[in-house]
């Protein structure tokens, strides 16, 4: 089983819409939590990272961590198409630097 | 501020040459890590430096595989002989100082294509 699982997609949207992208994890000792956005051809940008449980907001972005069903989020509000891109999820545990990456969800918002 | 940088960009060898990528991190960022990522599959990590010393080698394949950064600076990763299976995307990243507060950049990746 793979300590971080993400839908790969594609998830097709109209510009506007609400996005919801998740991952699940299986580590319980996870407690920083990423979301990066990665365009064609470049390398993973970080959007956001939340530590622990609950909501953290940064402009159209929220992520969501709820440790008890292990569950991970990012909400994106009024999607763009310039928001077209794979969505990438990871976790790491506290005092290690090793990343553990989802597969990515590749997300195009139709204009 | 430059970002990472990585060279080449694209790489095309035959199976059991050797092949060296080469990363340049942030300046004044001690830490320095690789990732690959083959295809279909997730970016999964392979080692961190701190400055020249290696902190975690953990993620390293096998010895075919071998790292250095020579004066804490760019860093290069030399693959030999490749096989097929080493084909893939290899990423470069740094960051300020260790631990998971710290965002890592990456860079846009070197594609490696092993025939």
Redesign the interface.
Known sequence: QKEVEQDPGPLSVPEGAIVSLNCTYSNSAFQYFMWYRQYSRKGPELLMYTYSSGNKEDGRFTAQVDKSSKYISLFIRDSQPSDSATYLCAAVTSGTYKYIFGTGTRLKVLA | EAG?TQFPSHSVIEKGQTVTLRCDPISGHD?L?W?RRVM??????LL?FVKESK??E??MPNNRFLAERTGGTYSTLKVQPAELEDSGVY?C?S?QA????Y???????TRLTVL
């Open positions: 990472v830490n890590y990732y279909g599959k997730e970016i999964k990590f961190h902190q975690d953990s993620g990423f990243a960051s260790g631990g998971p507060r965002e890592q950049f990456f860079g846009p990746g």
